[in-house]
């Protein structure tokens, strides 16, 4: 058992008036070990201020168009709702102030599958770290790698649009959505790893990072909380993502083909996908 003893709590007095330089230095000072983890300061500021300013460009019927598109009009509140600064009430209540019911409806059922998530998680907690069914892709658990290779913690995989999204988790702790799904898919399929071992590693640097919505919707891109895997391709990534990631096929080759193509080289032991 470690001795804790020596721990001390971390306290900003309010009267010192710190800014950001000066939290970002103390924070430093506190975790002298940190910078061999992660030395990568977040661009997102947090504060009640910059929760309401989010909350005011809030576009409902928008969000609900757009999205999965990379460049899509999302909100960038979860780090808000993760930390009790706003709560998934305020946010709801926002929405159906600016749009009505069947305008704000696509956005709500995401703030639904949070609460959703959050309610089977108290309800079920050993569903956070342990397979809730086996795995649907032809694979025992016993088939995939426990620990992430390095090339993934460190963006370097050589297929480029995974690298992008994961130097921009590391870089500003938050991805897309989308893109989560993306390179978790590449991470259980690609590469056959438990997907418990990306879960943490998106746990360690998502701002809005919580056991339930990351780690249950790990499972559900695994297969083991789904009825079967989720993959992509790269005509996918490209239809979503944009200019501003690399699509090229010379630097994504892996993921280039067709669905059924790509199902047979990531399944080989299921049947075919017609």
Request: glycine share 6%.
């Amino acid at each position: 058992m470690s001795d804790n003893s020596q721990i001390r709590p971390v306290i900003f007095d309010p009267k010192l008036r710190l800014n950001r330089s000066d939290v970002i230095a103390k924070v430093r000072d506190l975790s002298p070990n940190l910078a061999s983890v992660d030395d990568q300061v977040s661009p997102i500021v947090g504060s009640k201020a910059e929760a309401l300013k989010q909350l005011g460009r809030l576009n409902p019927a928008t969000y609900g168009r757009t999205r999965n598109h990379l460049d899509g009009a999302v909100t960038g509140l979860s780090p808000f709702v993760r930390h009790g600064v706003i709560s998934t009430a305020d946010i709801r209540d926002q929405a159906l102030g600016l749009n009505t019911p069947k305008e704000a409806e696509k956005f709500i059922q995401q703030l639904a599958w949070r609460e959703y998530w959050q309610k089977l998680y108290r309800e079920n907690p050993n569903y956070i770290w342990n397979d809730v069914e086996p795995y649907k892709t032809g694979f025992d658990a016993e088939h995939y790698a426990d620990d992430l290779p390095e090339d993934i913690s460190q963006a370097k995989t050589g297929v480029a649009c995974i690298d992008q999204f994961i130097a921009e988790l590391l870089t500003t702790g938050y991805i897309h959505n989308h893109a989560r799904l993306y390179v978790a898919a590449y991470v259980c399929h690609w590469r056959r790893v438990k997907w418990q071992a990306g879960a943490r590693f998106f746990l360690m640097h998502l701002l809005d990072g919580d056991p339930a919505s990351n780690n249950l919707s790990w499972q559900w891109v695994a297969s083991t909380f789904s009825h079967k895997p989720y993959f992509f391709n790269l005509e996918n990534v490209e239809k979503f993502s944009g200019d501003s990631v690399d699509t090229r096929f010379k630097t994504n080759k892996t993921l280039a083909g067709s669905y059924e193509d790509i199902y047979a080289r990531l399944f080989p032991n299921l049947e075919p996908k017609t």
